[in-house]
């Protein structure tokens, strides 16, 4: 049995964290799963002159430059490579790593060993089957911190690691842990967010008769087919930025002729400008002759899976109540037989703490257009869409770019109007939506549907939609509207902590994952790899410890063969390695003839030098 050893072997399947030293340093005893014993005398890790190379893998072509080898007596089943004051005696039918935390200990496939290697003023020492070799001519060695390769960065020994796991991670931990939902997202996060990524991506087979580009836009697809509702006609569209790549929601006005470009890019200017998270930006204006008629394009961000509140909350029916002409016209009466049957075929009326809920939201964008001096001017259902979390205005800015009035100096001189027509809207919209019926807002239906709010809703709902529908209101939704939010607010801002939490939680899983799969590709282009028509790089030198890591990572078995599969096993030692932390980790050739014991900052910096070195290839 040979070892190769740069200090203590004293692997441990440390769950993140956590340090689980499994064995007593100073033990020596042949029961123990591993001894240890500390020479004093054994000076540094000499390398023998590389004497006697035999067929094996040249092991220490680039490690042994640092490493100091001692050779074994070939007499002796043992060679020791030592370079610490420790070494290391493995007993039959042991495994040499740690237990885990579950006393299910994983071992190492078999490997080939390194060669034999021979070297003259070596002192052997057999202590109970295991062989010691000491080099005499140098100084007793300490075991010290000193690195044994040649680093290229300080290591600083760590108290812990650098690596912090998330709390929950540490201390939820079951003993084996194949539970992916401790390291990874939950299944119903990564569906929203796939199918999100699915509906920005996908290309609509129907586009075939779209321009293949515009401006600076590709791959348009329908989000609507055009609606001649308008005035002027209107088509949506998502397409592609040819240079970013990201995906956009283009606003067409059909047959639009500017009548002064100069003024209405200052409205365009000012739009652009406002951000608000519950407003859709608006990006960029511009005009185009590809459909065949001067178009004015309208470019805003995407969000992706958004429905509008009309087709969320008053679903349009084959018979076509709700959704004839104009949003808010129609002809049912609320407690009509035609309003009865309306408001069934848009489902029942929502919960109290879900109208709140869109309230808040909508009160929150309308005051950060109107704290910008800016009005919505479009508090319609068609215009306001959802994706299941978020409420936003879209296509703002819209009316103000379309009717602008190019005699007029200031653009938005009548923005006070237009603000108190935005609090009378947001009146009518809440009606609409606590009655789930877009004729309930009609002028002589508008009292029978506060009656039914009100004995539907709690006063603060009631007193809320009089006080918008007043005509003598203060223009300020925080000293109007948000007494009268009152209390909810706070448990709106609970919901939103509540998510932020949970989001940050994820992505502090992601956080890790990203890091430990940059490990990981760098791993995968080491290992198995020939290198300028050299077959055996990947095997020998540096190279040959991560060829033994990753055996160590990944195919490690437990005591009865079988794969020890622990995320917990694969992620804390990818973790050490990537903080380069001096804990050791004891490596096994397939063969079970050779351990080799390293630090994590060693294998790190095997890692660098392979990966910089392929790196170098690659320019
Ligand atoms: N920024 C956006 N991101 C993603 N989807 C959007 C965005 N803005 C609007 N949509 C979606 O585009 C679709 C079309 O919206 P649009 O306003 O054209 O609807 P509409 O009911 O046809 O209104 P109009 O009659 O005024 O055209 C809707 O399904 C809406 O959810």
């Known amino acids: 049995m040979e070892f190769f050893s740069n200090g203590i072997s004293n692997e441990n399947l440390a769950y993140m964290g956590h340090t689980n030293l499994p064995y007593n340093i100073q033990q020596n005893n042949i029961e123990s799963p591993v001894s240890f014993n500390k020479k004093s005398q054994v000076s540094e890790f000499i390398p023998p002159s590389r004497l006697n190379s035999t067929s094996s893998p040249s092991f220490y072509t680039t490690y042994s430059n640092t490493t100091n080898i001692v050779n074994g007596s070939s007499s002796t089943p043992t060679k020791v490579y030592a370079s610490t004051s420790y070494s290391v005696t493995p007993i039959k039918n042991r495994n040499y790593l740690g237990d885990s935390p579950q006393n299910i200990s994983p071992k190492i496939m078999p490997q080939e060993s390194p060669p034999n290697i021979y070297s003259a003023g070596i002192h052997q020492e057999n202590v109970g089957g295991t062989t010691y070799f000491y080099s005499q001519e140098q100084p007793p060695a300490t075991y010290s911190e000193e690195p044994l390769l040649p680093l290229s960065y300080p290591i600083t020994p760590m108290p812990g690691h650098i690596y912090t796991p998330p709390a929950h991670i540490a201390n939820n931990i079951k003993p084996k842990s194949y539970h992916s939902s401790i390291f990874f997202m939950p299944e119903d996060l990564r569906n929203i967010l796939l199918l999100k990524n699915e509906i920005t991506n996908n290309i609509e087979h129907d586009s075939s008769n779209l321009p293949l580009e515009i401006d600076n836009y590709h791959s348009l697809s329908l989000l609507e087919a055009t609606s001649n509702l308008t005035v002027p006609s209107t088509t949506t569209y998502k397409a592609t930025h040819s240079s970013t790549g990201l995906r956009y929601c283009l606003r067409r006005l059909h047959g639009f002729r500017i009548q002064s470009v100069k003024q209405m890019m200052q409205v365009v200017e000012v739009w652009k400008k406002f951000s608000h998270p519950n407003c859709v930006t608006l990006r960029e204006v511009f005009t185009t002759k590809v459909f065949g008629d001067n178009s004015l394009i309208l470019v805003y961000d995407l969000h992706a899976g958004s429905q509008t509140l009309l087709s969320k909350y008053f679903t349009p029916t084959a018979n076509g109540y709700g959704t004839t002409g104009s949003a808010f016209s129609g002809d049912a009466r609320p407690f009509s037989h035609k309003s009865t049957l309306q408001r069934t075929a848009n489902g029942p009326i929502l919960q109290e703490n879900e109208l709140w809920h869109l309230i808040i939201q909508l009160t929150c964008g309308l005051k950060g257009i109107h704290q910008a001096n800016l ?11 959802y994706d299941g979390k978020r409420l936003r205005f879209s296509f703002v800015g819209l009316n103000d770019i379309i009717t602008f009035d190019p005699n007029q100096q200031n653009p938005f001189h009548l923005v006070n109007h237009y603000q108190q027509d935005d609090l009378t809207a947001l009146g009518k919209l809440i009606v609409a939506l606590a009655c789930r019926c877009l004729q309930s807002v009609h002028r002589d239906q508008i009292q029978h549907s506060i009656d039914l ?3 539907h809703y709690s006063s603060d709902l009631k007193n809320l939609i009089t ?12 000293e109007g509207v948000m007494p009268k939010i009152g209390v909810r607010f706070y448990h709106h801002v609970e919901y939103l902590e509540k998510q932020s939490d949970m989001m940050e939680n994820e992505l502090l899983k992601e956080m890790d994952n990203g890091r430990l799969l940059r490990l990981l590709f760098k791993l995968g282009c080491i290992n198995e790899r020939e ?3 050299d077959v055996t790089w990947s095997e020998t030198g540096n190279r040959y410890m991560l060829k033994l890591f990753r055996d160590y990572l990944f195919h490690s078995v437990t005591d009865d063969g079988s794969p020890w599969l622990d995320y917990s096993h694969v992620i804390s030692t990818l ?10 980790v004891q490596l096994m050739s397939r063969d079970e003839q ?3 014991v390293l630090t994590y900052a ?7 030098e392979a990966f910089n070195e392929l790196s170098f290839n690659n320019m």
Do not use: F, H, W
């Open 594 to 596: 050779s351990v080799l």
């Open 467 to 478: 006080y918008l529908l007043s005509p003598n209101k203060m223009k300020s939704i925080v």
């Open 602 to 608: 060693e294998l790190k910096q095997c890692l660098v």
């Open 531 to 533: 290198l300028n028509l």
């Open 375 to 385: 009005a919505c001017r479009s508090l319609d259902p068609t215009k306001i869409i």
């Open 453 to 455: 709010i009100s004995r």
């Open 575 to 584: 973790n050490k390695l990537d903080a380069g932390t001096m804990e050791k």
